[in-house]
T-cell receptor, first 115, second 111 residues
Framework: DTGVSQDPRHKITKRGQNVTFRCDPISEHNRLYWYRQTLGQGPEFLTYFQNEAQLEKSRLLSDRFSAERPKGSFSTLEIQRTEQGDSAMYLC?????????????FGPGTRLTVL | RKEVEQDPGPFNVPEGATVAFNCTYSNSASQSFFWYRQDCRKEPKLLMSVYSSGNEDGRFTAQLNRASQYISLLIRDSKLSDSATYLCVVNFLNQGGKLIFGQGTELSVKP
């Protein structure tokens, strides 16, 4: 399967714990995006990378959140000191910046539950 | 005001019906437009990009009106398998291409 992959698919954690999610984009895609989706809402943008450079962060991304893409391939999203409000689906998407329309393709998501 | 607003759902229609979804966006700098489909507890999947001249893909037709900042999706001869949430999405290419999603409209096609 050459689509976007994410790991883990589900994560249950206790409040205050740290969690880390991984995203592997489509191999030729140089842009990688993280979004968060809560029940009944559309996904909301968190941050994006062009190659290894993090070019934009949403105000939703508090200082407890950090994302990296060290070699311009896979990316990790870490949440420190999780709170119940962090419970959501975390979606990763990738695209190719030469695409005129910047179509983005999503991975299956990581569903986080904070108890 | 939300940047992308969609018709409230859910839409409950019989098989074979034609259904239309509408969407408005607030930022005139929006540069590209999409409809994504999302099945329950799955990721959004790109249904179709929306081009300025309008475009059709089988039973699906998308229209864009930049002057009114309005996007539509028409589904003809709806199938049971069309049941899903339809997300209207805009993209600001000069902002790195982040997608702005509407909240989605749920469609349920009944036999």
């Amino acid at each position: 399967d050459t689509g976007v992959s994410q790991d883990p698919r589900h994560k249950i954690t206790k409040r205050g714990q740290n969690v880390t999610f991984r995203c592997d984009p489509i191999s030729e895609h140089n842009r990688l995006y993280w979004y968060r989706q809560t029940l009944g809402q559309g996904p909301e943008f968190l941050t994006y990378f062009q190659n290894e450079a993090q070019l934009e962060k949403s105000r939703l991304l508090s200082d407890r959140f950090s994302a990296e893409r060290p070699k311009g391939s896979f990316s990790t999203l870490e949440i420190q000191r999780t709170e119940q409000g962090d419970s959501a689906m975390y979606l990763c998407a990738s695209s190719f910046d030469r695409s005129s329309y910047n179509e983005q393709f999503f991975g299956p998501g990581t569903r986080l539950t904070v108890l | 005001r939300k940047e992308v607003e969609q018709d409230p759902g859910p839409f409950n229609v019989p098989e074979g019906a034609t259904v239309a979804f509408n969407c408005t966006y607030s930022n005139s700098a929006s540069q590209s437009f999409f409809w994504y489909r999302q099945d329950c507890r799955k990721e959004p999947k790109l249904l179709m990009s929306v081009y300025s001249s309008g475009n059709e893909d089988g039973r699906f037709t998308a229209q864009l009106n930049r002057a009114s900042q309005y996007i539509s999706l028409l589904i003809r001869d709806s199938k049971l398998s069309d049941s899903a949430t339809y997300l209207c999405v805009v993209n600001f290419l000069n902002q790195g291409g982040k997608l702005i999603f509407g909240q989605g409209t749920e469609l349920s096609v009944k036999p």
